[in-house]
């Protein structure tokens, strides 16, 4: 009980150290635990365990391989800036081996990497950053003379836990699209069995440094899905906690970069947005710690659906999404012509039961009945001809 008591209350001296390690002040490290334990949706308290853990636990010595990718994941674990994330990270584990980050090089690289997994047989985590490409066996990609597949399955032999981090690792990312030439790879493919995966590309730190943390927590790696995503990460579709979703309901829709649906913040789904197809928690989370709305469509791109094996890379930018939980209804129900009466919810129902939509679709176009871009132009224009019309005057 009183061990329990120790874990979610930790005192002002448990918390000491960690406030000179990290320069951070007592109260930021707290909210930053709590926002960490959020995004892992745990329960309440969970924040003061989270912190504890991270200010006692060893750090787990980490194993980084790089194979066929651009560094986008290392970049965007370095690239947060407040409460520097990468600090947080690099505090939190021990990254013995990182190709990129290291100051060695050649032997002595390799003899940091052989001494991280001899000092931490069977507790080290060994992320993959990156896809393998095994036509040929394996030539094209080599380092210190080894191939990818070789390597991984070397340095997976003896980790507590392997993480496939970004599209590339988890399910061959940009190098696998057609005609892969050189047959790259998922990390799971190599190894032939699961391993956790942090799809994005580049993945949202975040989502890294929680799984870490939850390691640290529990001692063991967060919930998967069939894919290996954790799913607090990845269990809804990024249209679902999208900011332009009212939008969408109402039927306001950029059609063109730069128009004018686009500069007032209209949905992108006829730009192509794959929201609708793609599973993440990038509009809950936001990229780079730098505010709100910093995600591919806070900043008004379409997203790509990155995340997801399929859609990212392989459908074209411009195709519209194939929906997921919710068919847009075959058309807008009376938002335009009848301005100010809408739509009833039984002649929007029956629409958009014709449509063969989700009755929560049904639900969400009378709640969110309003003009169309289009009809909006239409009600502009029909102003602007009245004030140039004495007659109107
Ligand atoms: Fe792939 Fe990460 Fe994209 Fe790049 O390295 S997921 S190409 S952001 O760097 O692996
Ligand atoms: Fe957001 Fe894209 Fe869905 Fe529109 S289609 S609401 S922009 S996720
Ligand atoms: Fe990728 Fe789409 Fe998120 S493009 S970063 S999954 S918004």
Not at 153 to 177: F, Q, R, Y
Not at 317 to 327: C, F, G, P, S
Request: charged fraction near 20%; glycine fraction near 10%; charge should be neutral.
């Amino acid at each position: 009980m009183s061990d329990m008591n120790e874990i979610f209350n930790p005192g002002r001296d448990a918390l000491r150290g960690i406030e000179q390690r990290l320069g951070m002040s007592r109260r930021d490290y707290l909210q930053f635990c709590a926002t960490l334990a959020a995004t892992l949706g745990l329960p309440k308290g969970a924040d003061a365990a989270v912190a504890k853990a991270i200010e006692t636990a060893k750090r787990p010595s980490v194993i980084w391989l790089h194979f066929q990718e651009c560094t986008g994941c290392s970049e965007s674990l370095l690239r947060a800036e407040h409460p520097t994330l990468e600090k947080l990270i690099l505090d939190v584990i021990s990254l013995d081996y990182h190709e990129t980050l290291m100051a060695a090089a050649g032997h002595q690289a390799e003899a940091a990497r052989k001494d991280a997994m001899k000092a931490n047989k069977g507790k080290y985590v060994l992320v993959v950053e990156g896809a393998i490409p095994v036509k040929n066996n394996g030539i094209y990609c080599k380092i210190g003379g080894h191939t990818a597949i070789d390597l991984v399955k070397e340095c997976a032999a003896d980790a507590a836990a392997v993480i496939a981090i970004g599209s590339c690792a988890s399910w061959g990312g940009m190098p696998s699209t057609h005609p892969n030439p050189t047959g790259a790879s998922s990390v799971a493919e190599v190894l032939g069995k699961p391993v956790l995966t942090i799809p994005g590309c580049p993945p949202n730190p975040y989502n890294f440094l929680a799984t870490v943390v939850h390691f640290l927590t529990f001692g063991k790696l967060p919930d998967v899905d069939k894919l290996g995503r954790p799913k607090f990460a990845y269990s809804r579709l990024i249209h679902e906690n999208c900011e332009r979703r009212a939008h969408f309901d109402a039927g306001r829709f950029a059609v063109q970069f730069g128009d004018e649906g686009h500069r007032k913040g209209y949905c992108l789904y006829k730009l192509g947005c794959k929201g609708p197809e793609t599973y993440a928690n990038c509009p809950t989370i936001g990229f780079g710690d730098v505010g709100e709305n910093n995600w591919p469509v806070g900043c008004g791109h379409p997203c790509i659906g990155c995340t997801e094996k399929g859609v990212g890379f392989t459908k074209p930018i411009h195709q519209v999404a194939t929906m997921l939980n919710v068919t847009p209804p075959l058309q807008y129900a009376r938002i335009v012509e009848e301005q100010g009466k809408g739509a009833s919810f039984a002649s929007a129902a029956a629409l958009t039961a014709l449509a063969g939509a989700a009755a929560g679709a049904a639900v969400m176009l009378t709640r969110n009945l309003g003009l169309s871009h289009a009809a909006e132009e239409a009600e502009r224009a029909k102003a602007q001809d009245k004030s140039k019309d004495p007659a109107q005057v």
